[in-house]
């Protein structure tokens, strides 16, 4: 039933996991969820449960964030708690159609009370990203169960930090929330900090924030002169290309300085161009300021302690934004479906938290250069993380250590998101033609089965199509696609994709020896279904013609490419998307109404019927609250 809920990580077998420390009856271990899911299999309606039978006794979950500027942020009515858990995809609107609001438990917080739910923020109340970073904080740093990844130095940060004043307290969070670079003081303006300047004036003397006096790096300084100045300022150093983009002309500066300083004799006792063009420009720019960086990366790792198993989607450019306004989004009162049981952190050293952190800032970058197509850059941090990582992954006391390991939480090794980089290396390496090296990354991916286990189909997915398509080496290729079959923890439809993929190998004549082990590995060799597989009835299609956008009004957007049939309703030419003219289809065929929703309404319904297999009592799978699923929802040990 996994694929309902998503369909890119469907399982390719559905047997029941076991629990070592749950108690044994006639020799088997019992596990409860193991129970509820053999009890709803093998019914044909939903279990009688007090939870299913009465609507109101449904957990719900309060939305009210009136603290927060966003103005997607405001809803305030009570909605079920299943949605919002299950799918973080499905708008407030569509949530409020699916039930009534009713009551919930109230918890006494101090970061979540009552007197933060008014629809005006008082002037003598705390703000509402105040509130919640000091909750995270300071339930990280007072809980026991992290002692052993905290050390002393991060004790010392946090205590400095309770010591500021209170302007400088919430002025630090601001500008936590913004992404690390120097900021210019005209760009620092809040209404609830007052005295700007003496807070910025104690987080300096606090070692919290740095001043223009400590830039020392010369592409950040000329980077805070606006177009004008840094024209003007080339103009001055008599550079004759002052018309290029301002990442060019920083670069020319740059790279002219280090130039002029390598040619000048070591023995001349003179100042370096270099830093002589530096103090020019901090002469020119107005006072900015830039967090400390040892500071942030200590704020940093709580929240990532925080967050880890929440499994919601957030934006690592800018973690502590995202995290401050989602918890913001999700409730102020939570009566959570399930019991937190937690046996062990996440994360059980130090060092394995700061690996998968760096790991996971390196990873990111990595994917921030290839979107904007800056191969070399997302090269350099490629072999940077190589350099810096690549042992621990084939460390053997490491992999040993980890592979006892349920699967779901290798999930948060370092190893694990080293895999991931990797995956994204390949990517780079293939955008740079040099498909050899990708060829020889994917194989080092594939040579252990302690990590990324649902990713090995991808994995050799990709490597056939280099093989074949880039390389010319069909051989090896269609031993890749055999490899991929055999392979047990390769899922469903990566399967069908290396199927498809190997009978266009066999069809030539060097390869068509292999054509009936590739049907044996296939099925019947028909269809591309594995044997142990639910055979699946055939479906219905409909087939809807349209017309395609050429040139008529904005194409701007990617997704506008069809135009919208002319009626009685519509008389005038619109551009839509592909879901909007399967709509309007079915609007003259007598359907009034409809909604594309890409099979949230299916996955909410699975989510109710098997709420009490999902929120079932299992040891070290629940450790927070803000919780969307157990942490092996997406696994096998699930099963």
Same mark, same amino acid.
């Given at each position: 039933?996994a694929?309902?809920?998503?369909s890119?990580?469907? @399982?390719?077998?559905s047997?029941?996991?076991?629990?070592?420390?749950?108690?044994?009856?006639?020799?088997?271990?019992?596990?409860p969820?193991t129970t509820?899911?053999?009890?709803?299999?093998?019914?044909?309606?939903?279990?009688?449960?007090?939870?299913?039978?009465s609507?109101t006794?449904?957990?719900?979950?309060?939305?009210?964030d009136?603290?927060?500027?966003d103005?997607?942020?405001?809803?305030t009515?009570? @909605?079920?708690?299943?949605?919002?858990?299950l799918?973080?995809?499905?708008s407030?609107?569509?949530l409020?159609?699916?039930?009534t609001?009713?009551?919930t438990?109230?918890?006494?917080n101090?970061?979540?009370? /009552?007197?933060?739910s008014?629809?005006?923020?008082?002037?003598n109340?705390t703000p509402?990203y105040?509130n919640?970073?000091?909750?995270?904080?300071?339930?990280?740093?007072?809980?026991?169960?992290?002692?052993?990844v905290?050390?002393?130095?991060d004790?010392e940060?946090?205590?400095?930090?309770?010591?500021?004043?209170?302007?400088?307290q919430?002025?630090?969070?601001?500008?936590?929330q913004?992404?690390?670079?120097w900021?210019?003081?005209?760009?620092?303006s809040?209404k609830?900090?007052?005295?700007?300047?003496?807070?910025l004036?104690?987080?300096?003397?606090?070692g919290?924030?740095?001043?223009?006096k400590?830039?020392? $790096?010369?592409?950040?300084a000329?980077?805070l002169?606006?177009?004008?100045e840094?024209?003007?300022?080339?103009?001055?150093?008599?550079?004759? &290309?002052?018309?290029?983009?301002r990442s060019?002309?920083?670069?020319?500066?740059?790279?002219?300085?280090?130039? $002029?300083d390598?040619?000048?004799?070591?023995?001349?006792?003179?100042?370096? @161009?270099?830093?002589?063009?530096?103090?020019?420009?901090?002469a020119?720019?107005q006072?900015?300021?830039?967090?400390? &960086?040892?500071?942030?990366?200590?704020?940093?790792r709580s929240?990532?302690?925080?967050s880890?198993?929440?499994?919601?989607?957030? /934006?690592?450019?800018?973690? !502590?934004?995202? #995290?401050?306004?989602?918890?913001?989004?999700t409730?102020?009162?939570?009566r959570?479906?399930?019991?937190?049981?937690?046996s062990?952190?996440?994360?059980?050293?130090r &060092?394995?938290?700061?690996?998968?952190?760096?790991?996971l800032?390196?990873?990111?970058?990595m994917?921030?250069?290839?979107a904007?197509?800056? @191969?070399?850059?997302?090269?350099?941090? *490629?072999?940077?993380?190589?350099?810096?990582?690549?042992?621990n992954?084939?460390?053997?006391?490491?992999v040993?250590?980890d592979?006892?390991?349920?699967e779901?939480?290798?999930?948060?090794?370092?190893?694990?998101?080293?895999?991931?980089a990797? *995956?994204?290396?390949?990517?780079?390496?293939?955008?740079?033609k040099?498909y050899?090296?990708?060829?020889?990354?994917?194989?080092?991916?594939l040579?252990?089965?302690v990590?990324?286990?649902?990713?090995?189909?991808?994995?050799? /997915?990709r490597?056939a199509?280099?093989?074949?398509?880039?390389?010319q080496?069909r051989?090896r !290729?269609l031993?890749?696609?055999?490899?991929g079959?055999?392979?047990?923890?390769v899922?469903m439809g990566?399967?069908?994709?290396l199927?498809?993929?190997?009978r266009?190998l $066999?069809?030539t004549? !060097?390869?068509?020896?292999?054509?009936?082990?590739?049907a044996?590995?296939?099925g /019947?060799g028909?269809?591309?279904?594995?044997?142990?597989s $639910?055979?699946?009835?055939?479906v219905?299609?409909v087939?809807?013609?349209g017309?395609?956008?050429?040139?008529?009004?904005?194409?701007?957007?990617?997704?506008?490419?069809?135009?919208?049939?002319v &009626?009685?309703t519509?008389?005038?030419v619109?551009?839509c998307?592909?879901e909007?003219?399967?709509?309007?289809?079915y609007r003259?065929?007598?359907?009034?109404?409809?909604i594309?929703?890409?099979?949230s309404?299916?996955? #909410?319904?699975?989510?109710?019927v098997m709420?009490?297999?999902?929120f079932?009592?299992e040891?070290?799978?629940?450790?927070?609250?803000?919780?969307?699923s157990?942490?092996?929802?997406?696994?096998q040990?699930?099963?």
């Open positions: 039933m694929s309902l809920f998503d890119k990580k469907s @399982l390719t077998s047997s029941r996991s076991t629990r070592s420390k749950q108690p044994r009856r006639q020799g088997k271990i019992i596990s969820r509820l899911l053999t009890k709803w299999l093998s019914s044909s309606r939903p279990p009688d449960s007090p939870r299913m039978t609507q006794d449904i957990p719900l979950i309060t939305i009210s009136s603290d927060s500027d103005p997607e942020v405001s809803d009515s009570s @909605l079920p708690l299943a949605p919002i858990f799918n973080n995809n499905i407030s609107s569509q409020n159609e699916t039930g609001s009713m009551e438990e109230v918890h006494n101090s970061c979540y009370n /009552d007197e933060n008014n629809d005006s923020q008082d002037a109340e509402y105040y919640i970073t000091l909750s995270i904080i300071n339930e990280i740093y007072n809980d026991s169960f992290y002692v052993n905290i050390n002393d130095k004790r940060t946090i205590a400095n930090f309770h010591d500021l004043a209170y302007n400088s919430l002025l630090y969070i601001r500008l936590f913004r992404k690390i670079k900021i210019k003081l005209s760009s620092i809040y609830e900090i007052n005295n700007l300047k003496e807070a004036k104690e987080l300096i003397a606090a919290f924030v740095r001043d223009i400590q830039l020392s $790096v010369l592409s950040d000329l980077s002169l606006t177009s004008q840094l024209r003007i300022f080339a103009k001055s150093m008599n550079f004759t &290309s002052v018309k290029k983009n060019s002309l920083i670069q020319i500066i740059c790279d002219h300085c280090v130039q $002029v390598a040619e000048v004799s070591p023995f001349k006792c003179s100042t370096k @161009l270099y830093d002589k063009t530096l103090n020019r420009v901090r020119i720019i006072p900015s300021y830039k967090l400390v &960086s040892a500071t942030r990366l200590c704020f940093m929240f990532r302690l925080y880890a198993p929440f499994g919601w989607t957030l /934006d690592e450019n800018n973690l !502590a934004n995202s #995290l401050i306004h989602r918890i913001s989004q409730s102020r009162t939570i959570t479906p399930f019991q937190i049981h937690r062990s952190c996440l994360f059980e050293t &060092s394995e938290l700061v690996n998968y952190d760096n790991i800032y390196l990873r990111n970058e994917e921030n250069y290839l904007t197509k800056r @191969l070399d850059k997302a090269m350099e941090v *490629f072999n940077e993380c190589k350099s810096q990582y690549g042992g992954f084939i460390d053997t006391q490491i040993l250590f592979s006892k390991k349920p779901y939480r290798r999930r948060f090794t370092a190893n694990h998101v080293y895999c991931k990797m *995956f994204v290396g390949v990517e780079v390496l293939q955008r740079r040099e050899g090296a990708a060829v020889a990354e994917l194989e080092r991916l040579s252990q089965r990590y990324g286990s649902s990713a090995r189909g991808r994995w050799y /997915d490597l199509l280099n093989l074949h398509c880039h390389l080496q051989e !290729a031993a890749a696609v055999l490899r079959l055999r392979d047990a923890e899922r990566c399967r069908r994709s199927v498809i993929r190997g266009k $066999v069809k004549k !060097a390869l068509a020896g292999l054509r009936n082990e590739l044996a590995l296939a /019947d028909t269809d591309s279904v594995p044997t142990d $639910v055979p699946t009835e055939s219905p299609t087939s809807i013609c017309r395609l956008n050429d040139g008529v009004g904005p194409s701007t957007h990617s997704a506008l490419r069809f135009i919208s049939p &009626s009685a519509q008389p005038a619109l551009l998307s592909v909007e003219l399967a709509l309007s289809h003259t065929i007598g359907y009034s109404q409809g594309h929703c890409e099979g309404n299916i996955r #909410l319904l699975v989510a109710l709420w009490d297999v999902i079932s009592l040891p070290d799978v629940f450790h927070s609250k803000y919780q969307t157990p942490l092996d929802f997406y696994t040990d699930f099963y």
